[in-house]
């Protein structure tokens, strides 16, 4: 459009210098005709374009920290498109017959976060599925197993004293009321996910004591800024918030999506005992953790109704009052 008015304007300007008052007057009208005519069908295209954008179907977004946690995911992704937006990588495509878009985070609260953020203010998701590894706090756990989050806090968010760290939740900045200490996972998701794990086939652990099948629980999941390998620190977010896992993302996630209203699940698997020799566990299962943890994340996917037809609908961001 900007290329037909710049011609335009030089023809006029063209035209004015070589043609007598009443030609300049029919040159003029012709380039208002022109100019008119372009600026209608910039605004047509731009429409349509919007128009576009509106009917796809929402899809479901699935988050992971790390690039196991993401790339088997990926990899089933059928139709798929990629592109980075301020520097995070979002892959786009269909899995299980559902839109779906995914993305790697970065380790941490605000890594997560932040990329939660910049996934919700582009792609409009319908839900938002967090995957990964933990660590377990529950001593009942072991590596490979899956806990799926009933509800998530943050376990370095509070108030410090001398008496030990009181758990707060923040400010919301759109409410401005303090949020809840724990955040609970969609109800429509969290029996999804017990669905799903009556038939999703996990990948065994190798023990001391020869192969182990995974186990599934329904529990809480807690997240810091800290990788925790402390027997007594388990033992700390066991009595305070009854933990079953630690990790350092998930509750960062579903705090976003609280605030904004926005369905969330957190599921995880895990990877080692957070205890003294936890890098080293985690080192050892890290890849079969990912892995049953993105399988879960499959038969969710697949349990949710299928992507309609492309029907007009405009996003509207859900806010808690």
């Known amino acids: 459009m900007f290329g037909v008015a710049f011609l335009t304007i030089r023809y006029m300007l063209y035209a004015n210098a070589n043609a007598n008052s009443g030609d300049i007057m029919k040159h003029n009208k012709l380039t208002l005709m022109v100019l008119t005519c372009s600026t209608l069908l910039f605004t047509a295209c731009n429409s349509e374009l919007k128009k576009s954008a509106s009917q796809s179907p929402s899809p479901t977004a699935i988050l992971g920290a790390m690039p196991e946690e993401v ?29 779906v878009v ?24 319908k839900q938002v599925i967090f995957t990964g590894i933990a660590g377990a706090v529950n001593p009942q756990l072991s590596p490979g197993d899956i806990v799926i989050a009933e509800k998530t806090a943050q376990h370095d ?42 038939n999703v086939a996990l990948k065994k652990t190798k023990t001391s004591e020869g192969e182990k099948s995974p186990g599934i ?32 993302e998930g509750a960062a996630v579903a705090q976003v999506c609280y605030q904004l209203g926005i369905p969330c699940i957190v599921i995880r698997s895990i990877s080692d005992n957070a205890n003294e020799k936890a890098a080293e566990d985690m080192e050892k299962f890290y890849k079969i953790a990912a892995m049953n943890s993105a399988s879960m994340v499959v038969g969710i996917v697949e349990n949710l109704s299928p992507s309609p037809e492309p029907t007009v609908q405009k996003h509207v961001k859900k806010r808690h009052k």
């Open 157 to 198: 968010s509070g108030i410090l004293t001398s008496s030990g760290l009181e758990n707060k939740g923040a400010v919301s900045p759109i409410t401005g009321r303090v949020n809840p200490v724990f955040f609970p996972a969609d109800p429509a998701l969290l029996q999804l996910a017990e669905y799903a794990a009556k």
């Open 102 to 125: 995914i993305a790697q985070t970065g380790t941490g609260k605000v890594n997560a976060a932040m990329a939660a953020a910049i996934l919700i203010e582009n792609f409009h998701p």
């Open 71 to 99: 790339e088997m995911l990926e990899g089933q992704l059928s139709k798929k498109n990629e592109r980075s937006i301020e520097g995070i990588k979002f892959t786009d495509g269909q899995l299980m017959g559902r839109n």
């Open 217 to 248: 629980m329904k529990g809480v999941v807690v997240t810091g800024d800290i990788f925790v390998a402390s027997p007594e620190k388990c033992e700390e977010l066991r009595k305070t918030l009854g933990a079953d896992a630690v990790e350092m």
